[in-house]
């Protein structure tokens, strides 16, 4: 049975995952959007979702971080 601190760690884990999907998700939204009205180049709002994303990714438990390398 796993302690009240490995329990604590594998939430922690998981909110961090979590966080970073959902800041994924916002980007590939976004993105899709401005393709949708013809926007083909990056514009301020993709880059706050992008660095929002990058700086999720450096939060990630270091056994995630691949997750985020090609981000």
């Given amino acids: 049975m796993p302690t ?3 329990f604590a760690e594998y939430a ?6 979590a ?3 959902r800041a ?3 980007l590939y939204a976004h993105t ?3 393709a949708r009205s013809g926007i083909t180049g990056e514009t301020p709002e ?7 994303v990058i ?5 990630l438990p270091k056994r995630f971080r ?3 390398k090609d981000v």
């Fill in 55 to 59: 700086a999720v990714g450096k939060k």
């Fill in 4 to 6: 009240p601190d490995q």
């Fill in 66 to 68: 691949h997750l985020a």
């Fill in 19 to 21: 966080a970073f999907r």
């Fill in 12 to 17: 922690a884990e998981n909110e961090a995952l």
């Fill in 24 to 26: 994924q998700a916002d």
């Fill in 32 to 34: 899709a959007r401005e």
């Fill in 46 to 52: 993709y880059h706050r979702l992008n660095d929002a």
